[in-house]
């Protein structure tokens, strides 16, 4: 398993995560154990949960695994949870990225996980109500008073990424290290604005739904109706691939995607996964098994690099329609400075 810094920060960690969203649904606690126990003997270190998945039955399941196991392994995880979205309906004050909210929501996480502090704590969404002062400056009291080593950030916009790394920086409170989009072979246009701002300011990217909910598992047929998902309901699944089913885009990366795995030997999860991994700022792909048998496929990617000719393949099969301020000079200028030539035309 390769290690990366986790963005900015000193802290190793592996270069895919372990994602558990499904714990304590699709996922049953002797399920999740297993998991967590396949993922770290693998030399995954970092475990990604929220305390909104599953009502925080997902963060109680790790507490008992963290509980359960000796300090020997529970010593090599780099656990990150998330904060912001609603713990009580009925409380007005009991959702958003407010002091008052966050420090209830993160009181709440580490009593769950039975932890005295948590790795990294993600604000889980823009907050447009709650000033950003206040969410930083939190955020660093936290840091200060040993409940938290680093924070980061997740579903921000490009500007919102930006204006919380200036606004930190130019009130001497502690800056994010990182920032968990969606991003995957059909949903590239964090490339845009994201990427870019999380390069200049040194945020790693946590990708998650790196295989587009499924879709890029090659398990869909192109005129075959998808099947509900264990985790989704029947029109959750047609509504998120429903779309993507009449794009001829789709089905050029899975078959490109196929083709690359019967050359390497791989699934074509696993090859999509590479792809994710070896992109701009990435520091760890998300990785969201509903069993142990999907899991360890798709740990099978962390030994698997694409050819330059493999990933240039991908790449142009999976580029999204754009057009200005995007299109043409940019792109073309954006790939010379990636690739170490900055020039203009």
């Not at 000193?10 to 049953?28: I, P």
């Not at 001829?248 to 090859?271: F, H, M, N, Y």
């Not at 962390?302 to 991908?314: D, K, R």
Request: glycine share 10%; net charge negative.
């Amino acid at each position: 398993m390769e290690y990366r810094r986790l963005g900015a920060s000193g802290c190793a960690v592996s270069a895919f995560a372990l994602g558990t969203m499904t714990f304590g649904a699709a996922t049953d606690k002797e399920e999740s154990f297993a998991q967590l126990d396949t993922f770290v003997e693998a030399g995954g270190s970092l475990i990604d949960t929220a305390d909104v998945y599953v009502g925080g039955t997902s963060e109680e399941i790790i507490g008992q695994w963290f509980a359960d196991r000796p300090a020997e392994i529970t010593n090599r995880v780099v656990l990150a949870t998330k904060g912001r979205f609603a713990t009580d309906r009925n409380d007005p004050n009991g959702v958003g990225a407010s002091r008052r909210h966050l420090d209830r929501a993160l009181t709440a996480s580490l009593r769950r996980l039975g932890l005295e502090t948590i790795d990294l704590y993600q604000v889980h969404a823009w907050d447009p109500l709650t000033p950003l002062e206040e969410t930083l400056s939190f955020l660093d009291d936290v840091i200060r008073a040993g409940k938290i080593r680093y924070y980061g950030l997740s579903n921000f916009t490009g500007w919102q990424v930006q204006k919380a790394v200036d606004l930190a920086g130019s009130l001497g409170l502690a800056k994010p290290v990182t920032l968990q989009p969606q991003y995957n072979l059909l949903s590239r246009e964090i490339e845009w604005e994201i990427v870019p701002a999380c390069r200049h300011n040194g945020l790693g990217l946590l990708p998650w739904s790196p295989l587009a909910s499924g879709i890029l598992t090659g398990k869909y047929q192109r005129d075959t109706e998808p099947a509900a998902d264990q985790r989704l309901s029947h029109a959750e699944t047609a509504r998120l691939f429903g779309g993507r089913r009449g794009e001829q885009r789709t089905w050029d990366v899975i078959d490109v995607l196929k083709a690359v795995a019967e050359r390497r030997g791989a699934t074509v999860s696993q090859v999509a996964l590479a792809w994710v991994a070896a992109q701009p700022a990435v520091t760890a792909v998300i990785l969201g098994a509903r069993t142990i048998e999907q899991l360890k496929d798709n740990l099978g990617a962390s030994g698997l690099v694409l050819s330059g000719e493999e990933a240039e393949q991908l790449g142009t099969a999976s580029q999204p329609s754009v057009d200005y301020p995007y299109g043409g000079m940019a792109l073309r200028q954006r790939r010379r400075k990636i690739e170490g030539g900055w020039h203009h035309d």
